[in-house]
């Protein structure tokens, strides 16, 4: 049986996209642009709303999710996830973190590396961190990890991420059937309510409508081959 598509390392936009990537952007441009921008009206108020995350209850593991490094350093956004994903594991809800993030950009190392190292730094025992060095977005991050959770008979994620990520975030994870609750990194730029904030937010919104358009449109075309990747 055919393995589902995954992006090489350092992949390039398009090769990102994958199988029935491109068609799904284009429909989610063309129905974003011919609806006066409508959809990424209502998945903004998704996006907003999401910001909060969900209350706090003890799970199977802290999933962080990757962020671009730059050259091999990490971003403030990567650092307060990671910070962030310390802190719940300090408290008790969950006895382990995965750390996700393949090899990308113009690093030597992958973002799940970079973020272990960053955490055993700061006193998280290296037997608790465990990795999914692969992907190269979002939907690969929770691909993976979804992988490695049946493997070991966990059910549970704690998804960690800045606030305006967890809508996309919440959305890929729900189609792939993971059980999460989701909590924001406080602290994480662009400050809340700035010009770049919301400039973000609707970056995210467009992001989401592309997401609920590739499966919309996958289902559509009963494409398996599409629909492995994100159902």
Same mark, same amino acid.
């Given at each position: ?5 995954h ?5 390039? &936009?398009?090769?990102? /996209?994958?199988?029935?990537?491109a068609?799904?952007? @284009?429909?989610? /441009? ?11 009206? &209502? ?6 709303? +999401?910001?909060? +995350?969900?209350?706090? #209850?003890? =799970?199977?593991?802290?999933?962080? /999710? ?10 403030? =956004?990567? #650092? ?6 310390? @802190? ?15 090899? !990308?950009?113009?690093?030597?190392r992958? $973002?799940? $590396? ?5 955490l ?11 990795? #999914? ?6 939907? $690969?991050?929770?691909f ?7 493997? #070991? +008979? ?9 606030? *305006?990520? *967890?809508?996309?975030?919440?959305a !890929? ?5 993971? $059980? ?6 406080? @602290? ?7 010009l ?9 919104a &467009?992001f989401?409508?592309?997401?609920? !358009?590739?499966?919309?449109y996958s289902?559509?075309?009963r ?5 492995e990747?994100?159902?």
């Open positions: 049986m055919p393995q589902p598509f992006a090489p390392p350092r992949a390039s &936009f398009t090769q990102k /996209l994958g199988p029935g990537g068609a799904s952007l @284009g429909l989610a /441009l063309a129905t974003a642009l011919g609806l006066l921008l409508v959809p990424v009206g &209502f998945r903004l108020r998704r996006v907003v709303q +999401g910001v909060g +995350g969900d209350p706090l #209850e003890p =799970v199977d593991a802290i999933l962080v /999710l990757g962020r671009r490094l730059k050259d091999d350093d990490l971003t403030p =956004v990567y #650092e307060a996830r990671l910070a962030h994903a310390a @802190g719940l594991w300090r408290q008790g809800f969950a006895p382990r973190i995965l750390v996700a993030g393949g090899t !990308t950009g113009s690093a030597a992958s $973002e799940a $590396e970079a973020g272990r190292d960053w055993v730094a700061r006193g998280v025992p290296t037997e608790v961190i465990l990795l #999914e060095d692969r992907s190269q977005h979002t939907l $690969e991050n929770l993976n990890v979804r992988a490695h959770l049946r493997a #070991e +008979g966990w059910r549970t994620l704690l998804l960690v991420s800045d606030p *305006l990520h *967890l809508a996309r975030a919440r !890929t994870a729900l189609g792939l059937g993971l $059980e999460v609750r989701c909590s924001p990194a406080p @602290g994480c730029p662009p400050a809340s309510g700035s770049a904030w919301w400039r973000r937010a609707v970056v995210e &467009f989401l409508h592309w997401y609920h !358009t590739g499966m919309v289902r559509l075309i494409s398996e081959r599409q629909l990747r994100v159902t």
